[in-house]
């Protein structure tokens, strides 16, 4: 309802208006004297029920439009989730607004505390979960509710809730404050079991926001050693998780019938920062009620960039670059599956080129698992340990001469015996000819690989048209180097350097 205009109800895929007459504010005062008091968060509800009405006010503070939203006691709407309910861990919802986060929390208090008969606490901020009144809503069932007088309180509350009432679990809606998520931190160290909500819908969203990061176990720069920086093709800071996450399961939730599972968070964070994709499984309900699990990333999918996490320098930069996609090389029926273990060789690149030739294979990181050990010429002349290690057990070692694209696509196809020239494997360029564009990203890989090996403080390249310039300085950006074009046309080209 706003002054002025014509009532409007909102539903899923439709609205409609409920009068020809426009709302006055009579109509507005006549609602505001039926409900409860607006809080600081101008919130307000009606008793016994879960609906809540929302308002909009004017320069002077008077209420000038309305926003009634029903709340429902939906029941199973948890059944798709109920395992990591019952597991005791503590659970993150996150989802964008309506996708019914609260409606789903409010039916987890209620399995807990009536099926599981838990001593469930709920901290009932703006009275979304137990409906308005000191009596809560049945379709809380047995859990307590504890309510918050204002929004700046609810960390308050949520200490005192462990202090005074022994709960097992702690049920949360909206953690939105740097205080309330020192506190969600503070309640799992105690080993009370988390169920919340949080700002955000995607686990990406919630890495980069720096007042929630703490949940998932935030983010800090870190100096790696010479050789670790090397082994893993990057430079020496790094980011990394500071300490282990809040929640240990996170979900993000599409709509009520499917939701993507995190079910280790610290594990997933970790990957994200190495840019991997994390693991994680879809979950979806069907029509016939039976819930299918699947997983969410596979090799052939991209992993998403964080936004506010910058991961190099650089001018004349474009959109990431797409990871190249062909034709299979060969059929993977009848080759045998190999589990690689990199030791000093890019595991990026070496997922690009299995994902370009198609074959069976997967990068592992314990070397009791692989059955083939992946390295570089300076490695395996030094004799390292672990390299020895390998060819004490058996496992064959393939030495590649640079840690380059092309290098790990030419041995991955001498060890499953397919051709790269007959199934036709060169990356393709729109604007430039096969042969230049092979050239150009063979040139700026072997520059990357001399910098990172600190082999030469910098690199400049041959003068390129901008597209393959831009291409340069996204390889250059994805392994955290620095990168930027100097000269002018015909003759400007890109510098690498740390």
Sequence with gaps: MDLGRLPEARYRNHERFLSDREVTQEDIDYVIGRIGAFGEDNRAGIPRTLHRISAIRNRTGRVIGLTCRVGRAVFGTITILRDLIESGKSVLLLGRPGVGKTTMLRETARVLAEDLRKRVVIVDTSNEIAGDGDIPHPGIGR???????????????????????????????????????????????????????????????????????????????????????????????????????????????????????????????????????????????????????????????????????????????????????????????????????????????????????????????????????????????????????????????????NNTLAQMERQLADVFNISLSDNGLQRRADRDDDATMTEALLEVETAITQVLNGERSSVELQPQSSYVRRLQHQMAERYNLQSESRGREPNRRVKIFR
């Design 143 to 401: 859990a307590r509710r504890m309510q918050v007088p204002r929004p700046s309180e609810q960390h308050a509350v949520m200490i005192e809730a462990v202090e005074n009432h022994m709960p097992e679990v702690i049920v949360i809606d909206e953690i939105g404050t740097e205080l309330e998520a020192l506190a969600a931190r503070t309640i799992a160290e105690r080993g009370v079991q988390l169920i919340g909500t949080a700002h955000g819908q995607t686990l990406e969203n919630l890495l980069s926001n720096p007042t929630l990061s703490d949940l998932i176990g935030g983010i800090q720069a870190v100096t790696l050693g010479d050789e670790e920086a090397r082994r893993r093709g990057t430079q020496k800071t790094v980011l990394e998780r500071k300490a282990p996450p809040t929640f240990d399961i996170l979900v993000e939730i599409q709509n009520w019938d499917q939701v993507t599972v995190y079910p280790d968070v610290a594990s997933a964070v970790d990957s994200l920062l190495r840019s991997e994709p994390p693991q994680a499984e879809v979950r979806r309900r069907t029509a016939d009620g039976e819930i299918e699990v699947f997983p969410a990333f596979t090799g052939e999918h991209a992993v998403p960039s964080i936004p506010g996490i910058r991961r190099g320098g650089g001018r004349e930069r474009g959109e990431r670059s797409p990871r190249v996609s062909s034709a299979p090389a060969a059929s993977s029926v009848g080759m045998t599956p190999q589990r690689i273990y990199p030791f000093g060789v890019s595991r990026d690149r070496l997922e690009r080129a299995i994902a370009s030739l198609h074959v069976p294979a997967t990068i592992v990181r314990d070397m009791g698992e692989a059955t083939m050990v992946m390295t570089l010429k300076n490695y395996y002349r030094q004799g390292s340990q672990r390299v020895r290690q390998a060819e004490e057990r058996g496992v064959p070692v393939y030495v590649l001469r």
